[in-house]
């Protein structure tokens, strides 16, 4: 997939913008001048939300009713068109048709977003491993966001049911039902979540092998209350006995203490953690390498290219590491925002553009 071109009015700080992109694309600029609103823009259309956690009424230029996004990309072999109107809630077309929800665009448009705030993937709790791992299964695996839910509604039903045994011990021979039904849901995400880190492993370490010029090794570890083969059934059966053995211990904690919503992705450089001992560039190329391997690997799944967008990707690398990012990420469209001027200059191939107050200069 590649866009072609995008034209935009009233986004943010935008008021009028129009666009032909290359397969490398570097915006630069000051801070706070709409680079960041510009792959924002783009991000959209892959039928999410922004990753910056703005509302739609947000996205709308200040004074102004409405905002208009729209792209030309080749996809599916093909010249295409999408457009977004943000007006209550946005709206979305392909081609001309309208869409029941912007989420349909994501069967033709794909794309991994790195943005600082996915540093905080390395630097804090298990919480942010998971979500980075349940986000990407849900791109290519239909019902996951659905087993989450389910596993959810039955994380829920437990929890409110050890608050309620401690005063009404009668109630104990319910638990074994959700304890049931959690093991059940619990152990299909477990079984995916490492089918996944299986897959994506290889992507991590050859990609992260070129940002650090083969000087350092990434791994990765799935971490859980015990050691999983990858087989469900086998998964169920000890979720369900940790689950048991750990019952008066959760009802005197009133929460569920072992399952997929406790467990943690290790993410070791030279076989120790990148999170305790990884300095801010080491910790920044390893969110860049998991990014880039999961664009890797949703093509490889599903056979479409998303492009890479990658937001202050810059700060903290060293200049082999910038190379790296600059001119030897292949074989998928990139855009890439930064501030340093010095930056761009080792572009080899590829387009620039300098955004000042959300306006083009040339």
């Excluded at 492993?201 to 050691?227: C, Q, W």
């Amino acid at each position: 997939m590649k866009i072609k071109n995008i034209s935009i009015e009233n986004f943010r700080n935008i008021k009028e913008l129009n666009l032909d992109f290359d397969d490398v694309n570097i915006i630069w600029g000051e801070n706070a001048q709409g680079k960041t609103n510009l792959i924002e823009a783009i991000y959209l259309f892959t039928g999410t939300k922004s990753f910056r956690g703005a509302k739609d009424s947000q996205l709308i230029m200040m004074g102004q009713e409405k905002s208009r996004l729209k792209i030309n990309f080749e996809g599916s072999n093909r010249e295409q068109y999408a457009e977004i109107n943000i007006n209550n809630k946005r709206v979305a077309s392909l081609n001309g048709v309208k869409k029941k929800s912007t989420a349909e665009l994501a069967d033709e448009i794909k794309a991994v977003i790195f943005s600082p705030v996915h540093l905080n993937m390395i630097k804090d709790g298990p919480s942010e491993r998971r979500k980075f791992v349940d986000a990407a299964l849900c791109q290519i695996k239909s019902n996951y966001r659905n087993l989450l839910k389910e596993y959810n509604r039955c994380l829920n039903q437990r929890n409110i049911l050890l608050k309620d045994l401690k005063n009404n011990p009668e109630l104990d021979s319910l638990l074994y039902i959700w304890n049931k039904n959690c093991a059940i849901s619990g152990a299909k995400i477990i079984y995916q979540r490492l089918k996944y880190l299986e897959a994506l492993t290889p992507f991590v370490k050859d990609i992260f092998s070129g940002i650090s010029s083969g000087h350092e090794e990434i791994d990765l570890k799935y971490k859980s209350f015990d050691e999983f083969e990858a087989d469900v059934e086998k998964i169920e059966k000890k979720l369900l006995r940790a689950l048991e053995n750990n019952k008066y211990q959760d009802i005197m904690n009133k929460a569920t203490s072992v399952g997929p919503h406790r467990d943690d992705i290790d993410i070791l450089i030279n076989n120790v953690s990148a999170r305790i001992y990884g300095s801010q560039g080491q910790q920044r190329s390893c969110v860049l390498a998991l990014k880039l391997a999961e664009a890797n690997l949703l093509e490889n799944i599903t056979k479409k290219e998303p492009i890479a967008l990658l937001d202050d990707v810059m700060s903290e690398l060293d200049e082999k590491r910038q190379d790296y990012i600059l001119n030897h990420i292949k074989n998928r469209q990139v855009f890439i925002t930064c501030c340093d001027k010095e930056t761009i200059l080792r572009l080899k191939k590829g387009k620039t553009f300098h955004i000042e107050n959300g306006r083009l200069i040339e």
